[in-house]
């Protein structure tokens, strides 16, 4: 997707290993989010930055942390992997949610074992 | 939980024919926007509509707003095979950082 790139596309790890996935956008937007998708659950909101150094909780952030040391990184860190946290993770951007609606990355597919 | 929630859940058609969806939700909120979903890719925003508008158009696709029943719906009109993707509506609620999105409908358009 223009602007916005995640990495890795793919990845398995091992239970209790630490992960990080990376989303790195162009478009110099202040707001970055991390959702995971699962079936029967849509998208859920892992964390959100509305600045560098800037992050915030959402729904389903245990377990998880994350990092803004550049308007244009995001960083989400799994601290020890678990089964559970199998699934599909999308980087998001925006800028003014109330005009503009989200840019999402391509997707993260990430499977513990 | 404050996600919206689509109807059906899967919606199969022919080609040429018109897909409706339908978005339930549960809060007060400054928009709301649809979203499209290609199997293995991330979500492509489609639209967004203010809570003061009711209806809005953009190209085959019409999406009206009825902020008293607390629903939207998702109109496309004339529908083709590439329309065949996951559709999923996000509200964007009073007070909130982030949108939440729904489960989506999985749309099948049969040529």
């Known amino acids: 997707d223009a602007g916005i790139t995640q990495s890795p596309r793919h990845k398995v790890t091992e239970t209790g290993t630490p992960v990080t996935l990376r989303c790195h956008q162009t478009e110099n937007h202040r707001y970055m989010y991390w959702y995971r998708q699962d079936p029967g659950h849509g998208l859920r909101l892992i964390h959100y930055s509305y600045g560098v150094k800037d992050t915030d909780k959402g729904e389903v952030s245990d377990g998880y942390s994350v990092s803004r040391s550049k308007t244009e990184d995001f960083l989400l860190t799994l601290e020890s992997a678990t089964s559970s946290q199998t699934s599909v993770y999308f980087c998001a951007i925006s800028e003014l949610k109330e005009n503009y609606g989200y840019t999402f990355g391509s997707g993260t597919r990430l499977t513990v074992v | 939980s404050q996600q919206g929630e689509e109807d059906p859940q899967a919606l199969s058609i022919q080609e040429g024919e018109n897909a409706t969806m339908n978005c339930s939700y549960k809060?007060?909120?400054?928009?709301l926007q649809w979203y499209r979903q290609n199997s293995g890719r991330g979500l492509v925003h489609l639209i967004l509509i203010r809570s003061n508008e009711r209806e809005k158009h953009s190209g085959r696709l019409r999406v009206t707003l009825d902020t008293s029943k607390k629903s939207s719906s998702l109109l496309i009109t004339a529908s083709r095979a590439a329309d065949t993707a996951s559709y999923f509506c996000a509200t964007d609620d009073i007070g909130a950082n982030n949108l939440f999105f729904g489960t989506g409908t999985r749309l099948t358009v049969i040529p």
């Open positions: 809060t007060s909120i400054n928009n």
